[in-house]
């Protein structure tokens, strides 16, 4: 009997005027009915709103005897936990309903549907019996442990979005503190107190920006086993951490300035670190960097949106002189440059060009959104999306670096 036949049969009930005749119609109804439904059929025409609403979407608990009739790989989980699926109830034609049963958690990826929600959670009880028994067979799955998740996370999310140079860093910490502390244990098995175990071994080791990057590392990672599934809460959340204040770069003096350019003078070294100087431009940038007409163009290592993009700064008067000594440069290895600079600067590291530069270009009196385009700063708010700064303007503002 569909939903149809059923109004039918209730429309001719309410036309009975007598209310003892309809009561014994209604009793007749239903003991005929309960000849060819079962008690899961009826509790499937009523375990939803009465409303008559296009979608409903509810958590099923399922009963003893259902969690009784999984396997066992599943039942400690349905029963102890309280584990549910999600139930969503859809119109299907005029007068019908199809219910789709849904599971999201620990890798599992698993949906089924039916027009009788005890028939769909047969089938679900089914799917549950078939991936136990061929554990090869989970549906869109992801790993479901911390190193695996991991790597999964770093190749098809976070690599997509920032530059490779800071995509290796990640690794390479991750490697050297998570790995080690975690190892590959099930992600859902990962609490609170282990996470603040390794920021407070980090922390005390004295690398206080290394600690600074794995509490943001584990939260993005556990950010996404949530949304994965995996977990229902992000352990991070009942983490304490204080993020240390960063040291900024400290600027050259203009006598610290030549006093390096004069040290390697005669050098490859002194085009180096001429267009360090005289560009702004980050360590990690300095092996993309090559002439353009009037422009020395790299890759800027910060990333819009997870883009790659191009900057542009112009060749400025200050760097003119070194430039039309030699029409092409290669850097050397930044080791070499970090050491290079601490043998003539003690005080300084390689990282202090750029802030110099920045310094300069403001006391030379160049428009500050020029500077930002220079040295790949985003200029904020609606200017990234609607500011196109021309070449003859950026020319015009990097003619006023002369000191």
């Not at 490779?164 to 190892?183: C, D, E, M």
Request: aromatic letters at 10%; glycine letters at 4%; one cysteine or more.
């Amino acid at each position: 009997m569909n939903y149809q036949q059923l109004n039918e049969i209730l429309d001719i009930f309410k036309d009975i005027p007598d209310a003892g005749r309809r009561d014994k119609a209604v009793q007749i109804m239903l003991q005929t009915a309960s000849e060819s439904i079962t008690l899961e059929r009826l509790q499937s025409i009523t375990s939803f709103d009465d409303k008559e609403q296009d979608n409903e979407e509810v958590f099923w608990k399922f009963s003893a005897k259902e969690i009784l009739s999984m396997p066992k790989t599943f039942r400690k989980e349905f029963r102890t936990e309280g584990c549910t699926a999600h139930v969503r109830k859809r119109r299907s034609g005029k007068n019908n309903w199809n219910y789709e049963i849904r599971y999201r958690r620990n890798g599992y990826n698993i949906t089924v549907s039916s027009n009788y929600l005890d028939e769909a959670k047969r089938k679900f009880i089914e799917k549950l019996h078939y991936i136990d028994k061929h554990g090869t067979e989970k549906e869109n799955t992801v790993p479901s442990t911390m190193d695996a998740f991991s790597m999964y996370f770093f190749e098809n999310f976070h690599k997509r979005k920032v530059a490779q140079s800071t995509y290796r860093i990640a690794l390479n910490q991750y490697k050297n503190h998570v790995l080690p502390h975690f190892g590959d244990m099930p992600i859902k098995k990962i609490t609170p107190k282990k996470c603040q175990e390794l920021l407070d071994k980090i922390d005390a080791s004295g690398i206080s920006r290394t600690t600074d990057d794995i509490f943001s590392m584990l939260n993005v990672i556990f950010k996404a086993a949530v949304k994965h599934a995996i977990i229902e809460h992000n352990p991070m959340d009942m983490v304490f951490h204080k993020k240390h204040e960063r040291e900024h770069g400290t600027a050259l003096t203009k006598d610290e300035e030549r006093k390096l350019l004069d040290s390697m003078k005669g050098t490859p070294y002194e085009l180096m670190f001429a267009v360090a100087l005289y560009t702004g431009m980050r360590p990690n940038e300095y092996k993309t960097a090559k002439i353009e007409g009037e422009f020395i163009v790299a890759n800027n290592s910060k990333r819009k949106n997870g883009k790659a993009e191009l900057k542009k700064i112009p060749i400025t008067p200050m760097l003119r002189p070194y430039i039309d000594k030699n029409k092409q440069f290669e850097f050397a290895r930044l080791e070499t440059l970090r050491d290079k600079i601490k043998s003539i600067l003690p005080s300084h590291k390689l990282y202090d060009l750029r802030t110099t530069f920045y310094t300069r270009c403001t006391e030379c009196g160049i428009a500050d959104v020029a500077i930002k385009k220079f040295v790949g700063h985003a200029l904020g708010g609606l200017a990234d999306t609607y500011t196109d700064l021309s070449d003859e303007y950026l020319l015009k503002e990097g003619q006023k670096l002369v000191y």
